[in-house]
């Protein structure tokens, strides 16, 4: 079964951190993109926020540009999200996804995990 599973999420206070990881099953991670893109309470649409390549090259939207970080380890079938620098706005549930590329829609299976960033 295809499946991706977000986990890493919590309450944070302001300026803090958190690594989100998305772990896959039933497929290999390496021969996909793979995207985190998040939605925040009240918002209708999903943000995209991080992707890295195939090739490990990695693309950040400018709210978070400077603060996270992407990464992937093949071994483990897993992609992360380290977020820095915690702001209220990065409150949201936070989803990854696997694409051919990073300019591609993102296929999403997952429930997600919930950042919630407050003092």
């Known amino acids: 079964q295809v499946q991706l599973v977000e986990s890493g999420g919590g309450l944070v206070q302001p300026g803090g951190s958190l690594r989100l990881s998305c772990k896959a099953s039933?497929?290999?991670?390496?021969?996909?993109?793979i995207g985190w893109f998040r939605r925040a309470p009240g918002k209708e649409h999903e943000e995209g926020v991080s992707?890295?390549?195939?090739?490990?090259?990695?693309y950040h939207e400018d709210p978070v540009w400077g603060r996270f970080a992407i990464s992937r380890d093949n071994a483990k079938n897993t992609v992360y999200l380290q977020i820095n620098n915690l702001i209220p706005e990065d409150t949201a549930v936070y989803y990854c996804?696997?694409?051919?590329?990073?300019?591609?829609?993102?296929?999403?299976w997952g429930l997600g995990t919930q950042v919630i960033v407050s003092s």
């Open positions: 039933g497929f290999a991670l390496e021969d996909y993109a």
């Open positions: 992707c890295i390549e195939i090739s490990g090259d990695t």
């Open positions: 996804g696997a694409a051919g590329t990073c300019h591609e829609k993102l296929n999403s």
